[in-house]
């Protein structure tokens, strides 16, 4: 069983910055696809970027493309997302997802999830 544990997450003002980390508890991550998404009060868990297990391709949602960027180090068995120039709209909890499938945008190809991180964004 591979457990995700995200980290990073607090508050911080509209423009600034967060790196937010997902760490695994086995290592799986250099054969598996990670995700991100997130989830505001209210609303349907969003997808926000994936990577494929060799680093070699990404997706971006349309909504942070240009200011979220996903990578990974198989090494340490961990996955980020940097977020920058952050918005109110972006706080939500952020998840880390992993999965068999190619980075995609579709939670049911995902087979491991964290519990999440919060992520608050002041005006």
């Known amino acids: 069983q591979v457990q995700l544990v995200e980290s990073g997450g607090g508050l911080v003002q509209a423009g600034g910055s967060l790196r937010l980390s997902c760490a695994a508890s086995?290592?799986?991550?250099?054969?598996?696809?990670m995700g991100w998404f997130r989830r505001t009060p209210g609303k349907e868990r969003e997808f926000v970027a994936a990577i494929a297990w060799s680093g070699s391709s990404a997706v971006t949602a349309d909504s942070v493309k240009g200011r979220f960027t996903i990578s990974r180090d198989n090494a340490n068995d961990t996955v980020y997302l940097q977020m920058n120039n952050l918005k109110p709209e972006d706080t939500a909890v952020y998840y880390c997802?992993?999965?068999?499938?190619?980075?995609?945008?579709?939670?049911?190809?995902?087979?491991?999830w964290g519990r999440g991180t919060q992520v608050t964004v002041s005006p």
């Open positions: 997802a992993g999965g068999w499938a190619r980075p995609s945008a579709h939670e049911f190809l995902y087979t491991w």
């Open positions: 086995a290592r799986t991550l250099n054969t598996t696809s």
